[in-house]
């Protein structure tokens, strides 16, 4: 396999946690999205859209979408899983993960930004009001749904992480790239540190991987 990975993807970063909760460790080539590298001939023949990630199947298949990619990894590696068994705990679970993947993370994402600063005209004060009055918006109702349903264990589902987690975790660290105040937030933040306890989600961090760069 072959990851094409940019570390401050956010959707990347889901790509990673999963492959590393599944003990899988890819060839990896690394996109800098700030240097426009996904719009490089040789990336958009391999993926049209211009996003990270792609992955490179050992069949040879080029997958793209985080959660395509993570949902073919359970697939073909079904251990550990990231889905529970039972057909309404998986909805739940997908229904978590598409609220953080589909509702907040494409409002604030790199090329929306870039063109409400570039295109638009806004203020980078004013771009930076967007990012966190949709991340709030999102996470302010998976809080209160997660801290009254009986079926949040000491992850989003249970007590073994899930697609849900590996979705939320990134999350969590877009926004405190922003200095946003996560208190309001405290069944997440108690997820997050449960899931930053294991080694598979720690070295999935940005600033852990070999294409970081320093603030």
């Given amino acids: 396999m072959k990851l094409y990975d940019y570390f401050r993807s956010s959707a990347a970063y889901r790509v990673r946690i999963a492959l ?12 800098h999205l700030r240097r426009n590298a996904q719009r490089d001939d040789d990336y958009l023949a391999l993926n049209p859209q211009g996003l990270v990630p792609a992955l490179v199947a050992d069949d040879g298949a080029v997958l793209t979408q985080s959660l395509a990619i993570v949902e073919y990894l359970e697939e073909t590696h079904p251990a550990p899983p990231l889905l529970p068994p039972g057909a309404s705990a998986r909805a739940r679970v997908r229904a978590l993960a598409l609220a953080i993947a589909c509702d907040i993370h494409p409002l604030d994402n790199l090329r929306v930004l870039r063109y409400l600063v570039q295109t638009m005209g806004v203020t980078e004060e004013q771009k930076d009001a967007w990012y966190k009055y949709w991340i709030d918006v999102g996470l302010e109702a998976l809080e ?6 009986a079926a949040t264990g000491r ?10 987690d590996v979705c939320l975790v990134p999350q969590l660290a877009n926004a405190r790239r922003v200095a946003m105040d996560l208190a309001p937030y405290p069944t997440l933040t108690r997820i997050e540190a449960a899931c930053l306890a294991l080694p598979a989600f720690a070295a999935a961090a940005p600033a852990r991987q070999p294409d970081a760069e320093t603030p």
Avoid: I, S
Avoid at 20 to 31: D, H, Q
Avoid at 144 to 149: E, G, P, S, T, V
């Fill in 144 to 149: 209160r749904q997660l801290a009254r349903d």
């Fill in 155 to 164: 992850f989003c589902h249970g007590d073994a992480p899930t697609l849900a």
């Fill in 20 to 31: 590393n909760l599944k003990g899988l460790t890819p060839e990896r080539v690394f996109v």
